[in-house]
Structure formats: structure tokens, C-alpha cells
């Protein structure tokens, strides 16, 4: 930590001309006694540090001293700044903080935190999300198996897991590991899991099988959808699955084929067509949304 705290240090006295002690102090949760020690210990590995009593006095660094940025060029950290930002939407913002302040500078010491590129990794319950990332990660660190509610398509249960990845994938956010009650490497939808807990058990991590690895293949698209879209909707389609993921029928439709996991999330989508959509295939969505409709038409007439 003390290696932190230094390169920490250097990095605020490189992005401003004067500080305090007691700001230091403030600002790494140390003593003065501490940053005092710290200085000290900057200045025998030789960086230049001035220090100046009373009223206007303070910290600072010799004027036209700079890091060496050979180690990394400007584009390689600022792509590490976009990902470091992108985490500090669901991780502990004072940490992220804390990391980022080392690759800052006002001077073009290092790299600017000015950058073009946004990623919100939130969503509308990041409170809720974020908690669970972070214990989740606390589990894998300490081997700790976690223990939680799991709702799905048939309801509810209560699973057991050994955690050993946090993955962000297909727009949402995994936990992937090992589950007892299965018996078998699985991913869970932290939308979908409630009720975190974790145990006082722990485990001795498995080798984890390189299939299972493929997060590509965890959810595979087993299920052929067929469906006649009016076009209209082309720009919603080209969003979802790309620029060339429909044909034109001769009386000017556009005709999807895809494959599909989950059944009730990609009859939702369909259904938010409306009668812009005609499911071709399978035909027990087809007959499913045809009851829908014929419910819907009861309901409001």
C-alpha cells in the first residue's frame, strides 16, 4: 500500500504547483506524520521535492520535472483511463478514483482524463448491482462459497455456488462458477439472483474445463425464430442484429432468421412490434401470440 501512496503522492504534485500536508493527509487517510515520511522517502529516490514553511508554504515538485511515459504511449493509457472509467459506473467509485488520479495530469505529465469514449456498465438498479459485484468479487478473493435466490422461468430456487468469475456479457452481468446443487460449471444473471449471501464455507477453487471457458457457447442459440417484419421497423432491426441480418421478400418485407435462447425474452421482443411482426417459425410462438392478442382483444373490449 505504502508503494500506492507514493506513486499517489507524486502524481498530485505533478498535477498542481502547491499542497498542503494536511491535505495529503486528507486525501490518502494518513498521518503527517506519515506524508512526512513518505516525502522523505520520495526525495532519496531522487525526485526533486521543495518544501516551504509558514503562510503560502507548502509541497511541491521542482519546476520541469516529468514522469517517464516510454512504458506506455498516450493511446495504451487512455485506453486503460475508458476502462477504469467504465468500471467506476458499477465498482466502488473511490477506489476507481483513487487508480485514476495516478494516470492524471494537468501538465500532460501522463495522460489526459478527458476522453472521447463513455461506457456505463449501470443499469436502472446500479445500487443493488453494484453491491453484488462487490461481494461477489470478495467471495472469489476469500474462496467463499456464495448463496442466493435464483429467479427463472419456472420460479424460484435457492442455489450454492463457488464463484470464480464476474462477467459482463450480452448487456448484462454474470456470475459464473461452480454449482453444488448441479454439480456443474454454470452462469447466473445477477438481475435475476436476490438475496445474496456469503457463507462462512469456503472451497479450493477447480480447474475449470476450457469449454466451459467459452462464455460464447454458455447460452447457445438452440432455437430457430422465423419472423416477417414490416418495414418500418428496419432501423430497430439493424440495432439489435446488424446491417444485414434480413432479407427483403418480394412484397417488401423483411424476413429474420435467428437463433434464440431464451423464450420469453424474445417473445417479449416480438410482441413489442406489434402488428408490425409475423412469427413464421416456431409455430407454437406463432399460436402463443395469437392467444395472447385474442386475451388482449377480451380484456379491453
Not at 455456488?161 to 459464473?176: D, G, K, L, R, S
Request: aromatic letters at 10%; hydrophobic letters at 40%; proline letters at 3%.
Amino acid at each position: 500500500m505504502k508503494l500506492d501512496r507514493l506513486l499517489g503522492i507524486l502524481t498530485v504534485l505533478l498535477q498542481n504547483e502547491r499542497v498542503t500536508a494536511p491535505y495529503l493527509a486528507a486525501k490518502f487517510e494518513v498521518t503527517r506524520r506519515t506524508i512526512s515520511r513518505d516525502i522523505d522517502s520520495l526525495c532519496q529516490a531522487g525526485i526533486p521535492i521543495i518544501t516551504q514553511q509558514g503562510n503560502g508554504g507548502g509541497i511541491s515538485i521542482a519546476e520541469g520535472f516529468k514522469l517517464d511515459k516510454s512504458i506506455l504511449t498516450a493511446d495504451e493509457l487512455a485506453g486503460i483511463v475508458a476502462a477504469l472509467k467504465a468500471l467506476g459506473s458499477v465498482s466502488d467509485q473511490s477506489n476507481i478514483e483513487r487508480i485514476l488520479d495516478k494516470f492524471s495530469a494537468k501538465k500532460d505529465v501522463v495522460v489526459s482524463l478527458k476522453e472521447p469514449i463513455i461506457i456505463d456498465l449501470a443499469s436502472h438498479y446500479r445500487n443493488s448491482l453494484t453491491e453484488k459485484i462487490e461481494q461477489i468479487k470478495a467471495a472469489i478473493r476469500e474462496q467463499r462459497l456464495i448463496e442466493f435466490d435464483y429467479y427463472y422461468e419456472k420460479g424460484m430456487t435457492k442455489r450454492c455456488v463457488e464463484p470464480y468469475f464476474v462477467i459482463f456479457q450480452w448487456t448484462a452481468w454474470y456470475v459464473f462458477g461452480f454449482c453444488l446443487e448441479r454439480q456443474d460449471f454454470r452462469m447466473f444473471k445477477l438481475q435475476r439472483l436476490w438475496d445474496l449471501q456469503l457463507r462462512s464455507e469456503t472451497y479450493t477453487p477447480r480447474a475449470v474445463p476450457p469449454e466451459k471457458m467459452d462464455f460464447q457457447t454458455a447460452l447457445p442459440d438452440q432455437n430457430k425464430l422465423i419472423t416477417l417484419f414490416d418495414p418500418a421497423v428496419k432501423y430497430q432491426l439493424i440495432e439489435t442484429y446488424g446491417l444485414h441480418c434480413y432479407t427483403e421478400t418480394n412484397d417488401g418485407l423483411l424476413r429474420l432468421e435467428i437463433g434464440f435462447t431464451n423464450w420469453d425474452y424474445t417473445l417479449s421482443w416480438i410482441l413489442g412490434f406489434g402488428s408490425k411482426a409475423t412469427v413464421i417459425e416456431p409455430a407454437e410462438m406463432a399460436a402463443h401470440i395469437k392467444a395472447i392478442a385474442s386475451a388482449l382483444l377480451k380484456h379491453y373490449s
